[in-house]
């Protein structure tokens, strides 16, 4: 009879593992935008530094300009990637922990609850941060003044 209700707590620790498990799978595709989007950024700014010797007057300063733009935005980008992996592994834990206390018997609800608090913040920071790049990159879509003249 022990081993039949030490499956069926495995059986349950799993079921309360599948938040954390379907956190691991959202912030996995996250971070194939992130990176996808970092990849863009990193081709974009060597296209302009080739560019860059050649131009001059108001081209030079129209491609500095948006070499600035897209050094910022590769830089809230990796903080981005930083904040999703840091959350994946804090979920990671998370998971690891309920198994733990389980086979364990060990009463650490708090501090499986508080690193899953701690998991969920640092995603919600990740997507602030996808959100704030987002709207740094409309900075360089827009249509130019001169143009528009």
Known sequence: MPT???????????????????????IGQILNVLAGRLARVIDRARKLEERIPDAEGPERIRHVWELKLLDERMSIINAALFLAV????????????????????????TWIALIF?????????????????????????????????
């Open 117 to 149: 608090i701690l998991a969920v913040a640092l995603l919600i920071c990740c997507l602030s941060a996808f959100m704030w790049e987002v709207r740094v990159s409309l900075r360089a879509i827009h249509v130019r003044k001169e143009i528009l003249s």
């Open 86 to 109: 840091s959350s994946a592994v804090m979920a990671c834990i998370v998971i690891a922990m309920l198994f733990v206390a389980n086979l364990g018997q060990f009463h650490i609800g």
């Open 4 to 26: 039949f209700f030490q499956v069926s707590a495995i059986a349950q620790t799993i079921q309360l593992s599948l938040a954390p498990v379907f956190m691991l799978a959202a």
